[in-house]
């Protein structure tokens, strides 16, 4: 404690050097701290967002989740045949005892639904879904109930909605057994869904669902690629369930032994994946530059440490004179190099929060504190300390006592 006492003391007498000092090692820490923040707040809004399919499922659809190479590749995908309900029927049979669940979904966007003299805004999703779309895509019926097996064959006219719809329409009504219209069609209300909240600012309840059947007598059977959603009994055989959906629906789609797919497979996990390899850049290019203004900071320790030992020679020799040995002396110039280090370095850390958090929050993602990054920090901090702070506590701790008190 008495070491590091003077070490403070010797800090507050000089306190624009310090100052300087400690705000080179800030600015590096920052700069790592702040990119780190902003980086794990969006993955993690950006994880909720992606999330939408349900525990080991996975999704089969017309295109891949990601399309690059301008409108040459476009066109090749849309060129693709789409998925028909036929396909998804051969799939669900060959699956059969493989997987949980197997459904197929279709969505029409852009559309008005209408209650009376109110309606909505003309953005609501409308999808058209099996029974097994519900637990794959992870959507809970709140009040009311889901449509039946009975229903689904029968092209019942019933419709489950989300809680913006519900919200938009009917406020505080309770909407079950009313009647809504969807492009003049007249469906009867029988459920509401949970809510599921909001990704960078954008409403994941502002969609509305019905039968598989009762969509396709609405809007046509062949007018659009149908999704197919499947999850698996366990953790453990859900790769090896995407692989055999994979060769059973190249087999249906009759697409020749070498030829690339005609058609795309993705998850939570392969969205994320895709994600944290365009952040892994952008978190080295931090990185690098945080680097370099730390090592800028650390010859600045160096440097102050350095000229500290000149102006207090005469104070080292009185020490040693008095007792102090080898090992007290260089410790306490360490201890100042360290203490300069996690001064700036906490400073950084903590602004280095605070704007990550606030550029997070301007794009309405949910606050987070990258521990890990915290933790690589305050590492970093001691290392330079220690690193540049060695050789001038090594040159204090080795003055003769006899010329330092001759020193002037």
């Known amino acids: 404690m008495e070491i590091i006492k003077v070490a403070l003391s010797s800090l507050k007498a000089n306190k624009l050097r310090s100052a300087l000092t400690i705000l080179g090692i800030a600015v590096g820490i920052f700069s790592i701290i702040t990119v780190t923040t902003v980086v794990t707040v969006l993955q993690g809004s950006i994880e909720n967002a992606v999330s939408s399919l349900g525990k080991n499922t996975f999704q089969i659809q017309k295109f891949p989740i990601?399309?690059?190479?301008?409108?040459?590749?476009?066109?090749?995908?849309?060129?693709?045949?789409?998925?028909?309900?036929?396909?998804?029927?051969?799939?669900k049979t060959k699956l059969n005892g493989d997987a949980l669940a197997v459904a197929a979904e279709q969505w029409q966007y852009g559309k008005i639904i209408e209650y009376g003299n109110k309606e909505t805004n003309p953005n609501v999703q409308v999808c058209g879904a099996t029974l097994g779309t519900f637990p794959n895509n992870n959507w809970i019926v709140d009040k009311g109930r889901l449509f039946s097996t009975q229903e689904m064959q029968r092209y019942e006219d019933v419709i489950i909605l989300g809680t913006d719809v519900t919200k938009k329409l009917f406020n505080f009504i309770n909407p079950i057994g009313k009647y809504v219209k969807v492009d003049g069609h007249k469906l009867r209300i029988i459920g509401i869904l949970k809510e599921q909240g909001s990704s960078f600012g954008r409403s994941q309840d502002n969609f509305a669902?019905?039968?598989?059947?009762?969509?396709?007598?609405?809007?046509?059977?062949?007018?659009?690629?149908?999704?197919?959603?499947?999850?698996?009994?366990?953790?453990?055989?859900?790769?090896?369930?995407?692989?055999?959906?994979?060769?059973?629906?190249?087999?249906?789609?009759?697409?020749?032994?070498?030829?690339?797919?005609?058609?795309?497979?993705?998850?939570?996990?392969?969205?994320?994946?895709?994600?944290?390899?365009?952040?892994?850049?952008?978190?080295?290019?931090?990185?690098?530059?945080?680097?370099?203004?730390?090592?800028?900071?650390?010859?600045?320790?160096?440097?102050?440490?350095?000229?500290?030992?000149?102006?207090?020679?005469?104070?080292?020799?009185?020490?040693?004179?008095?007792?102090?040995?080898?090992?007290?002396?260089?410790?306490?110039?360490?201890?100042?190099?360290?203490?300069?280090?996690?001064?700036?370095?906490?400073?950084?850390?903590v602004l280095g929060l605070v704007v990550g958090n606030l550029a997070g929050a301007f794009l309405k993602a949910t606050a987070a504190i990258p521990v890990n990054w915290v933790v690589i920090g305050v590492l970093l901090c001691v290392v330079v300390g220690v690193g540049f702070g060695t050789y001038p506590a090594y040159k204090a701790a080795n003055l003769d006592p006899i010329e330092a008190l001759r020193h002037e």
Do not use: W
């Open 209 to 349: 669902v019905m039968p598989l059947t009762t969509f396709q007598s609405l809007y046509g059977k062949r007018k659009r690629s149908i999704n197919i959603t499947v999850s698996s009994h366990s953790k453990e055989d859900y790769k090896d369930l995407i692989e055999k959906a994979r060769g059973y629906f190249r087999t249906i789609r009759k697409v020749p032994a070498g030829e690339e797919d005609d058609f795309g497979i993705f998850s939570n996990e392969s969205i994320m994946g895709q994600i944290n390899n365009i952040t892994k850049g952008v978190k080295i290019g931090a990185i690098a530059i945080g680097l370099i203004a730390l090592l800028a900071a650390g010859i600045g320790i160096m440097n102050i440490m350095l000229v500290s030992v000149t102006e207090r020679t005469k104070e080292i020799g009185i020490r040693k004179a008095i007792g102090a040995r080898r090992n007290n002396i260089l410790v306490q110039f360490l201890s100042e190099a360290v203490i300069l280090s996690l001064i700036g370095g906490i400073i950084g850390i």
């Open 66 to 91: 990601q399309v690059g190479g301008g409108h040459s590749a476009r066109a090749k995908y849309r060129n693709r045949k789409d998925i028909t309900i036929e396909e998804y029927q051969k799939l």
